[in-house]
């Protein structure tokens, strides 16, 4: 028999907090974290603007000496893992590390750090290449990083499934929990790639908001006037726990996960299929994972990244799971005040969705002012609301038809 795995502790970073109590109570405020470019001079390009982390002090976590070994995305991942496991009052020691594990994914990685080595090596040559560059940069360093500072000898990884990568790492610990690999798991994802490369590279396929003129408005997922995502920046970080786990030690229980669901569209490497089927199929796998119908979502967390095709096939995907339920369902999409935070986004709103649980609140989405037959939902248009939260899905989709759902419940005996 599988075990029971809840969720005991969230560490959130983010551009509207660098922290889980300022990151939600600025979402239930409707606060956007999307402001003009300020870690690069943007001025040439096509989009100037995105949702950056704004006075992070990574020393709070890491000391000076180590701050210059990691790229960004990696600190973020130690801040929230820290504030996650804070959160949990779980110790990791010699009695309990082999049992706590470390899966933390991202996007990207260390996409600045790669630019700026590789200036270096453009106009200086390969000798002047910094002998951190690697371990700097690389994916699953966030993870290998936690797991050092932190102790935890359980099993680690780290997924890299764009878009989808920390709902992955989040579901497959919930797994390794299940099965009774590892009692305890710090998973989520973390993300840092508002650089010239990254910008540039989303702006080339214009996926991105051109709304330069009006930063907070540009992020407006299933909005009329939506023109593309914002890109986003921190991390996400849940500590999942074997139940009996949790109640040994007298844990505050937040919330337990209990469906995850994994597809495929198998149709374009950018495009989800016009459809939904693979979003559909997707949020069923997860309930059927718990051996749930939908009639008991109470609540989605969506993907919503506020691109056209995204907010309308997500839309009806979303019909097709819940029939005429779907207009009394609840669906926001945090992307709007967040901004995409890529492969950290799975992880970001697996802890929101905890916390609207957690509070029985759901979080807005803001921007709503142009409606959009297509997008004809309730998504919690611009103020928070309490809410009866028994279930709850966390939706992300990847480039390469890659998906994710994760479905959460109010925690019960």
Not at 36 to 54: G, L, N, Q, W
Not at 265 to 276: K, L, Q, S, V, Y
Request: contains cysteine.
């Amino acid at each position: 028999m599988s075990r029971r795995v809840v969720v005991t502790g969230v560490g959130l970073v983010s551009a509207v907090g660098v922290d889980t109590e300022s990151t939600w109570q600025g979402l239930l405020q409707g606060r956007s974290g999307v402001a003009t470019i300020s870690h690069f001079d943007a001025s040439d390009f096509p989009t100037r603007i995105a949702a950056e982390v704004k006075g992070f002090d990574p020393l709070l976590y890491v000391d000076r000496k180590n701050v210059k070994k990691m790229d960004p995305f990696i600190l973020y991942a130690v801040a929230a893992s820290s504030q996650a496991l804070k959160c949990a009052g779980l110790e990791i020691s010699d009695e309990n590390a082999d049992r706590v594990g470390t899966y933390i994914a991202s996007g990207i990685g260390g996409f600045g750090t790669i630019e700026k080595e590789h200036e270096k090596f453009i106009k200086m040559g390969p000798r002047r290449i910094s002998p951190f560059f690697i371990p700097a940069a690389i994916i699953n360093l966030a993870a290998g990083q936690v797991s050092i500072i932190f102790g935890a000898r359980g099993p680690n990884s780290a997924t890299a499934t764009a878009c989808s990568a920390s709902s992955h790492a989040v579901g497959d610990s919930f797994k390794l929990i299940q099965r009774g690999a590892a009692d305890v798991m710090i998973a989520g994802g973390a993300e840092a790639a508002i650089t010239p490369m990254g910008v540039g590279g989303f702006a080339a396929m214009k996926a991105l908001s051109t709304r330069n003129e009006e930063p907070e408005k540009a992020s407006r997922p299933f909005d009329g006037g939506r023109d593309g995502f914002v890109v986003g920046e921190g991390s996400g970080i849940l500590i999942l726990e074997a139940l009996e786990h949790a109640q040994a030690r007298g844990a505050r229980i937040l919330a337990e996960i209990v469906g995850y669901g994994m597809s495929g569209d198998a149709h374009h490497i950018t495009a989800p299929p016009e459809d939904g089927s693979g979003a559909l199929r997707v949020m069923s796998n997860a309930l059927e994972d718990a051996g749930l119908d939908p009639s008991v979502v109470d609540y989605i967390n969506a993907h919503g990244t506020s691109t056209p095709p995204n907010d309308r096939i997500e839309t009806r995907a979303i019909k097709d799971l819940l029939g005429a339920r779907a207009y009394d369902v609840p669906v926001s999409s945090t992307k709007s005040m967040t901004g995409h935070l890529l492969g950290a986004a799975g992880g970001l709103e697996g802890g929101i969705t905890v916390l609207a649980i957690r509070d029985q609140t759901l979080p807005p989405t803001v921007n709503q002012e142009i409606p959009d037959p297509e997008c004809d939902l309730d998504y919690v248009a611009n103020e928070a609301r309490k809410a009866e939260v028994r279930y709850a899905l966390s939706n992300s989709f990847g480039f390469g038809g890659t998906n994710a759902s994760l479905l959460f419940k109010r925690y019960e005996e």
